[in-house]
């Protein structure tokens, strides 16, 4: 082969010609030998590394779809005094989104050239992986476990305000 266009042509069209006796493309006949040779220089291994990297490709973009589906705090949800912490969290999530969205669209780039070039030595990806989004998610946790206890001192003031007035009342 003289590229891997040539290779990768080849390779698709092999499915085309099993237990054909004539060429699907040019309607030559085919030399069984010749089939059986491009089947073996094209074996189960080099189908199954296509197929994983197929595969990856696949989780790749079903992580980068479950990415977009990240939610924003909803400030609704909480005390107006707790907005510029909502604020600062959320625009913590909107940038750790974006760097996973990138990595993860760097990693598909590179899996589809893979693909494409099988049979060629590639260099060392040098990606760097985004950090965690797990310090985001105690923040969160924090922000939430404040909200509550918020919550907590305004019944216990609200009661405590009841009893009061009851005592001054009697």
């Not at 913590?92 to 669209?105: Q, T």
Request: proline fraction near 1%.
């Amino acid at each position: 082969f003289n590229s891997n266009d040539e290779k990768n042509w080849v390779k698709d069209g092999l499915a085309f010609h099993n237990g054909r006796d004539t060429c699907a493309f040019c309607g030559n006949k085919l030399d069984e030998h010749r089939i059986t040779e491009l089947n073996n220089y094209f074996n189960d291994n080099v189908k199954l590394f296509d197929s994983k990297i197929e595969n990856t490709i696949r989780k790749m973009e079903k992580l980068r779809d479950e990415l977009k589906n990240i939610k924003r705090i909803d400030s609704e949800h909480f005390y107006p005094k707790f907005e510029e912490e909502i604020l600062r969290l959320n625009e913590k999530i909107v940038n750790s989104s974006e760097e996973y969205d990138n990595f993860l669209n760097e990693i598909i780039l590179k899996l589809s050239e893979r693909k494409k070039r099988l049979f060629d030595t590639m260099d060392k990806l040098d990606l760097i992986v985004p950090n965690s989004m797990e310090q985001i998610n105690e923040e969160y946790f924090v922000l939430c476990n404040k909200n509550d206890q918020y919550t907590d001192n305004l019944v216990n003031e609200k009661n405590k305000a009841s009893e009061d007035i009851r005592l001054h009342l009697v």
